[in-house]
Structure formats: C-alpha cells, structure tokens
C-alpha cells in the first residue's frame, strides 16, 4: 500500500482517461481534478487488503485496476462481486451509514481514490451542479447493483410465477 500524488496519477493516464470513468462521468474538468487532489489516492498492490473497517465515513472509486469484494456471512467470507476502473465501492454504506462489513482485495494492482465525508459536503457547497451529477452517477451504479442482485437471486431461486 502507497499514498500517491495526484499530480503523478493525473500525468500517469491524463484527464479524458477520468472523464470516461463511470463516476466522474459528465463532471467539469475543475470538478474532476479538485476530487482528484482533495481525495487520497493509494496503490494496492495485488493480493494486498483495502483499509476498510468500522464505521462508513467515506467511500472509494477504482482508479485503475480490479477489486474483489467478499461479504462476511454465517461466519465466512463470499466472493460477491469484483469493482473495476470507474466504480465505486461503499457509497452505499456511507449513505446508510452501515459499518464496513466485507473484506476488500486487490485481484491485480490499483490505485484507489478515497473521498470521505468532508470532500462529499464541500462538493456540495462549492460545486452544486456537478455535485448534481455526480449523485445522478451514483445513483445509477446503485440501481444497476440492485439490478444485480435481482439477478443473482432469481437464479438462485429459479422459481416461475404460478400458472394463471
């Protein structure tokens, strides 16, 4: 685990790479660089854990990279689901104010932005339009999550509506 600059990151992969993540998606460049400097950035390498625990006061978008999320449940960890470049991890638990309750991995190395509560606020204040779409962004990628899940329990199910 290494704290990055993000001066060396935005020069690494160049500001139209950010503007094409999913959660940064139709937000000023101004927006899109003070998330950037104001947020921290760290590089987990693979296999290499995520510092999440306790209590959700932030979330996360991958930068780069892939990430493997296992729920905790009836006493194991499971495999649930993977976050790639542009997604975010945890603004659901920030939102509902739900402990941390999964185990994050790095599958390959990547660079992870951190923005806690106080960065979300301050979008807000000086920012309100962009904070505007930035919500619409997030927003979205819960609905597909939801959509997910609807997914993976009708499978699990499989059970048909009872014939009229």
């Known amino acids: 685990m290494e704290t990055l600059a993000a001066a060396s990151v935005i020069e690494q992969h160049g500001l139209p790479y950010f503007r094409e993540l999913a959660t940064f998606g139709a937000l000023s460049d101004e927006v899109i ?70 185990t994050d991995v790095a599958e390959v190395d990547c660079q992870i932005l951190d923005i806690d509560c106080a960065l979300f606020y301050r979008l807000h204040e000086l920012f309100p339009a962009d904070f505007g779409l930035l919500m619409i962004n997030l927003t979205r990628e819960l609905s597909r999550e939801i959509a997910l899940l609807e997914d993976v329990i009708g499978e699990t199910y499989c059970r048909q509506l009872p014939e009229e």
């Not at 625990?53 to 780069?64: K, M």
């Open 33 to 102: 660089l003070y998330i950037l400097n104001e947020g921290s950035i760290t590089l987990y390498k693979q296999g290499e854990y995520l510092q999440r625990q306790g209590a959700a006061n932030d979330f996360q978008v991958v930068l780069s990279g892939k990430i493997a999320y296992y729920k905790h449940f009836g006493g194991q960890d499971i495999l649930t689901r993977h976050f790639t470049a542009g997604e975010q991890v945890g603004f659901d638990l920030m939102l509902g104010m739900i402990p941390h309750n999964g």
